[in-house]
Structure formats: C-alpha cells, structure tokens
DNA sequence: AATCAATTCCAAACCGCTTTGGGTTTCTCA
DNA sequence: TGAGAAACCCAAAGCGGTTTGGAATTGATT
C-alpha cells in the first residue's frame, strides 16, 4: 500500500493526501478524517526511503563505536548511553545509525556519512584532550554534540559533560578527610578528555593540603576489570602501600576489590575505595546502601540529553551550540573508612 | 556531487556513469577507469537515499534492543554481540540500525521496519520458549536470523546459538567429579530459552547420577551483579548451604563472589563456583589463567557469524535457514576444587 | 560488400514521496 | 449581485539514483 494506492481508493489525489496526513491547515477537517482513517485501515505507513529521497533529510542520527585495534574493547558506557540516547530517537520518529569501525577510520565514516547523507547528526564519543574530530565535523557541517569536552577546542561546539573535576576532587577531599594521605588513582586513559579531568581535581585536592604527587600511585589504562585488579595487586605490594583508591570505573573497582580481598583485608576497614558509578543498569552499585562509595551520574540519562540536544540543534541549525555540565552526586558506601595503617 | 554533474563533467550520460561505476559489462574499460578517476578525484559518493529508493534495498539490518519496562536493563551482552556483528556489516557495506524499544512495542517496531522498508532482515534477540517473533517475522516476510533458539518452534528458522545444554551439563559432571552433591544454579530469567537449556543440561547430569534435584537450589533471574549477590547471600545462610554454584554469566558470578568472600569463605578452597563466559572485552576472565572455572564462548564472534547468516539469507531468499550450533569450552580456572564440607 | 552480432552508449521511465504553483469553489461583504 | 478573499484540491516537477529498451558504432564473417 503506497501513496498512490491510497489516493486512488480515496478518489483524492496524492497532494492531498500527504498533506492530510502531514497535518497542512490547506486541507478540510473532514477530509483530513477520512484520510487518516483510510490510512490506518489500510496499515499504510510512508515509505522511509521515498521521504527521505524527497524532503531531503536522513531522519536518522549516527553513533560511531570505535573499535581500538589494539585492546579490542568495548566501552561497556556505550550500551546504556545509547539506550537512552535511543528513547529520545524512537520518541522523535529518528533511527539510530551504529557503525561500529576501527578507531583509525573514524572520520572517514564521518565523510561517508556526510556526502552519502545517511544521518543528520552524530554524536561524538569518548573525546580527547584536542580531538581533532571537533574541527572535522565542524568544517564538513555535520551537526553534532560531543558527549564529553574536548580542552584546547577553540571554537564553540556543542556538548554534555559531567564536572568531572569537580567530582573527583570532592571524593579525593572525602578521603583526606578520613585521615587517607597515600590515594591511589585507578584512572581511564589519559589522552581522553574525562580522564585528565579527573585527574587534575584530584591533584588540585592533594595540592590544596599541601601534599605531594607520588606518580608511582597514578595508574591509567582502557577500564578493565583485569586493569584495576592488576593496578591494585601491585600497589598493595609496595613497601608503602595506598590506604585509599580512587577508581574511575565501577569495572576496575571490581578488579580492585578481587585484589583487596585476595590480600585478605576488607573493604572499607582496612582500605577505601571510591569510584567513579555510571548507573550501568546491569551493574547496580548495590540495591539499598551502595557497596561503594561513589560519584554518581546516569550515563543512560546523559544519553537522553544528548540525544535531545542533538535534534534540537539539527531543527535549529544556526542556534548557539547548546552546553550541558551534570554534577557527579557524592553517595557514601560500605567501601570508605578512616584510615588506618596496614600491618 | 552527483550524479548528473558527474556526468556532465565527464560528457557521459548519468546511466554510463552509473553503470561504469557498478561494475556493468556494457561499459569500455577505458571509459570505466575515465569515470572511476574522476569519481576518486571529485571524491562522489552515491547518495544513499535515493540508492535506496531506486533499488527498493535498505541496505541496513535491524537490532532491537528491547527495554522492559519492569527492570530497564540493558543487557550487557548486546554490546559485544552488535560489535561483532557491525564488524561484518561494516565490511558489506550495510549499515546497523538500532531501535530502543520497550518490550511490549517489539512487533510493532519489526512491522514499521517492513512496510517502512527501512531494514532488509533483522537479528533477533534473546529468543523466549515459543517466541512469538518467529511466527511473526516468518509471516510478514522478513529475513531474520535468531541469536539463540526457541524450542517449540514447528517450521525451520535460522538460528546461530550455543550449545548451552551439553555446557551446563558438562560444568555440571566437573562440579560432580570434584564430590560436590549440592550444587547451587544462579540461572537467567526462566521464560529464556537459554535458560530453559542450561537449567535442562544441569538436570540432566544430576539425575544420571540419582541425585533429587532441591528447587530451594536454583534460583532464576535477570542476570545483575545484585542478583548474583543477593541469591549467593541467601544461599549460604541456609543450614545446609551448596558448595559450588553454577551460574549463567561472569556479571551474576561475580556478585557471588562478593557474597562468598563477605561471608569469608575462599572461591576454589571453600566454595566452588563455574560461570559462563561470554568473553565480554571489558570483563576478560582473568588474564593468563582463568579467575572463575567457566564454559567459554565468545559472544563478539556469535555476533560477526550471525551477521554473516543473514546477508547471506538476504542474498538468497529461497534457501533453507542456514543454522549453526558453536560449543563452549570448559575452561579451568581458580573457581573450582574438591569439595569441603563447610564448618 | 553485405550481414549479423557484439560492443558501447543514451533517453526516458521509474522508485514513492514532498512541494510548488496554480485552478476551482465557496464564502463574505459592500 | 459582483468582487475579492479564503478554503480546498490538484497536476506536475522535483529528490538522485537504477534500469529498461533501444540506437549507433564497431568488428567479424561469408
């Protein structure tokens, strides 16, 4: 059943009656019924490829999932990000566009998208410190939002981020305020944009005491469960170990936790930890009290932000790039305690 | 750039250029390398709308990621899955569309996807008993392939999936041969044929050896590190707790994990515990030797063979649906050891 | 040299919708 | 009653490709 079909059952033209059905005032109320009640009759939906031909717009929004060649990992973010960015399409009548390429083909898929106009927007994952793929984006046109920032951009551009600094320089004041001087930081990658973030609320925390930076407890790598129980396992074994971690990831803090108990000390007695919690649907930071203490953010909500911006920035193409800063909440769990001195 | 202008520049016809760039014999081979330069050079891509119309082919396949209503979960294992599968997409030139929709609305959104012509098959996921999409897809005419199966089916479907009985029933004989007599089961949601399967190859290998199946013993759910945690806790406070759990994925098992050491028992000394593993990229089971004792099958390469399955089905509408059964191995880790009866 | 087949290219139709630019009716008001 | 405005509807021209059905040219064959 296509337009025609149905024009010709309702002794209407084909203007008419996508203008019914599109809701133009230059078509009488009456008729209007009859034509959407003729349209659902018949279970005709417009043809996806004919509108898009037609009125030019791809009514879909692409996400790149960048598979690294060399750790081969899946941001485990990304599932629920999407998942609520997903809401937000499906609402709005727009399809989701996943390609999943290796990272060094980026911005040839960006291209590829551009000039065979397979998406009117994209959103842009896991930013790093400059990421060159801001000016790309901005110089071919193609309306985006950044989920993350990007420090050293010079021009304005759409993003959401979470204050990152913020959050992780009030957890490191949570620790210092329980005694805890050797801190542990468990990091993401530092060429990523949160991370160095993170980092420097951290420092920024340790400085305003007075204390100083011990590289040798700054760990960082892709958030594996392996990482942070390698990361743990070897810190715990130093002459002077950290009392306290600070983990960006509930996934290491995992690992964390397998190379706490491992050594035989328990969580939140004889060492803290708080981590960074994305409210990963399968992976609850406990029911009614938190097992860690944590900063908290939904990753799923930020998608559905995003998302929103994103398709209010395409229907508004020359608004003032929209910005977005959530705060982290500080949630206390079963895994902070003073500080003690090990055995 | 398009088409016309293409072709005006090259003072050929649109339908040459077309064909010269399709790989059609009608074309001199002179004139082809004449039109693929200029192509390369002018940097034209077909626009893929009007691809689409004119061909009648989406040239996308469907995922849909279902989000019940009831506890919003997001299942991890989609993320590995849709990367292996983007992976063989991505390499045929097909995109992946992704739809978020809420349980109830699934059929509604495979039926838009028909009569919209926006996909030319779909995967589907997590296949119940006697799930009803089968019948549906089959019925409507859609290309599909099932990630997993769905007992009770009559007419043959394609279908890639694991052979989670003999699995589960081999993890369950190791668990035996190792004395343990009860033997806890942290399964999946039961209404999953999965489940259904891996619950039937544990049964299976406790009644060959006359053992009464205890109810009180397997608990069924979806699949959280909580559920892992809660059920474990529970368990181990009975009078006569088990001495080894199975259970169905790392996620599940490692909330065990927190509920055995909580209690401080030791995993492989006091408690033995066997998981499937999915080899989720973010959750490896451990590095050189295996954390948990576990059936191990990588979801990422169910993923690319799927994707393989379908276009292959779409490229042949007539043939019989492929099938493909993978078998897990059973890998040996630090989980597993003798039984002890516990103080 | 005439004939037939193969090669090479093109004009035009088509995919299914939206949108432009009128053409009729009907209504309103002097 | 006639003019102008408003309301309602339509034919036709896109959107940017693919594909059908020739036409013109070249080559091979007798």
Redesign the pocket.
């Known amino acids: 059943m296509?337009?025609?079909e149905l024009s010709l059952k309702l002794?209407?033209?084909?203007?008419?009656v996508?203008?019914a059905?599109?809701g133009y005032p230059?078509?009488?109320?009456a008729?209007r019924e009859r034509v959407m009640a003729a349209a659902r009759r018949h279970n005709y939906h417009?043809?996806t490829?004919?509108?898009r031909?037609?009125?030019?717009r791809a009514m879909a929004i692409g996400h790149i999932v960048p598979v690294s060649t060399k750790h081969e990992i899946v941001n485990p973010i990304f599932a629920d990000f999407i998942a609520g960015a997903g809401e937000t399409y499906t609402r709005a009548g727009y399809d989701l566009l996943l390609s999943v390429v290796s990272d060094q083909d980026e911005t040839r898929t960006y291209r590829s998208f551009k000039s065979r106009g397979a998406v009117d927007g994209v959103i842009v994952h896991a930013p790093s410190a400059d990421d060159p793929r801001i000016a790309f984006l901005t110089e071919i046109g193609m309306p985006f939002v950044v989920h993350g920032r990007a420090t050293g951009a010079t021009a304005p551009y759409a993003w959401l981020d979470v204050n990152n600094r913020r959050a992780f320089r009030r957890a490191t004041d949570f620790l210092l305020d329980l005694g805890h001087r050797r801190i542990a930081l468990i990091n993401g990658l530092e060429y990523m944009d949160f991370a160095i973030r993170r980092r420097s609320g951290y420092e920024m925390a340790l400085a305003e005491r007075g204390l100083v930076l011990d590289p040798g407890l700054m760990h960082s790598d892709e958030m594996t469960e392996s990482y942070g129980y390698r990361s743990a396992r070897n810190l715990l074994a130093l002459p002077d170990p950290p009392t306290a971690f600070l983990v960006s990831s509930m996934i290491p803090a995992i690992g964390v936790r397998r190379a706490v108990e491992e050594r035989g000390l328990k969580l939140g007695r004889d060492i803290s930890l708080i981590t960074h919690d994305d409210e990963l649907s399968y992976l609850r930071n406990g029911e009614d009290v938190p097992i860690f203490t944590a900063t908290r953010s939904s990753v799923r909500e930020a998608g559905r932000l995003a998302a929103e911006m994103l398709l209010e920035l395409i229907a508004t193409p020359d608004m003032t790039p929209p910005t977005r800063l959530l705060e982290a909440e500080l949630m206390v769990g079963l895994s902070t305690g003073p500080a003690r001195t090990l055995p």
């Open positions: 296509n337009l025609k002794g209407l033209s084909p203007t008419t996508s203008r059905l599109n230059e078509v009488n109320e008729t417009p043809n490829r004919a509108i031909l037609a009125t030019g």
